[in-house]
Nanobody, 126 residues
C-alpha cells in the first residue's frame, strides 16, 4: 500500500502563485509515476501534471503548461507542483496520485492511477 498526503493549498489572488506538496509513504519503491489532478465543483477530475519517479520525465496539461512545474525529491519521497500566474479557473480540489509500475494506458488518465491523496483546496479569488 501507498499513502499520499497533499499540502500547500489555500486562498490565492489572481496572478499569484503557490506550491503544492505530496508526501508518499508505504511501499513507495513500486511507484512508476506520480501526478496531480484537479476537480472543480460539478466538473470532471482533470489531469494537471505528472512525473516519472526514476527518469523524471514530465507531462503537463495544456491549461497549465508554461506556468507550472512538477518536480520530485527522492530523498523525501515527495512530489511538488509549482503553479504561477494563477487564474480563477484554477480553483479546484487538487489531488495527488501514484501509479504502480508501468502501464500502457499512460500517465494522463485518472484510471491509470492506483493510489490517491485526500485532496487540498486551491481557491483563486480576489
Amino acid at each position: 500500500q501507498v499513502q499520499l498526503a497533499e499540502s500547500g493549498g489555500g486562498l490565492v489572488q489572481p496572478g499569484g502563485s503557490l506550491r503544492l506538496s505530496c508526501a508518499a509513504s508505504g511501499r513507495t519503491f513500486r511507484i512508476y509515476a506520480m501526478a496531480w489532478f484537479r476537480q472543480a465543483p460539478g466538473k470532471e477530475r482533470d489531469f494537471v501534471a505528472a512525473i516519472t519517479w526514476s527518469g523524471g520525465s514530465t507531462y503537463y496539461a495544456d491549461s497549465v503548461k508554461g506556468r507550472s512545474t512538477i518536480s520530485r525529491d527522492n530523498a523525501k519521497n515527495t512530489v511538488y507542483l509549482q503553479v504561477n500566474s494563477l487564474k480563477p479557473e484554477d480553483t479546484a480540489v487538487y489531488y495527488c496520485a501514484a501509479q504502480k509500475g508501468y502501464k500502457a494506458s499512460g500517465v494522463r488518465g485518472a484510471n491509470s492511477y492506483d493510489y490517491w491523496g485526500q485532496g487540498t483546496q486551491v481557491t483563486v479569488s480576489s
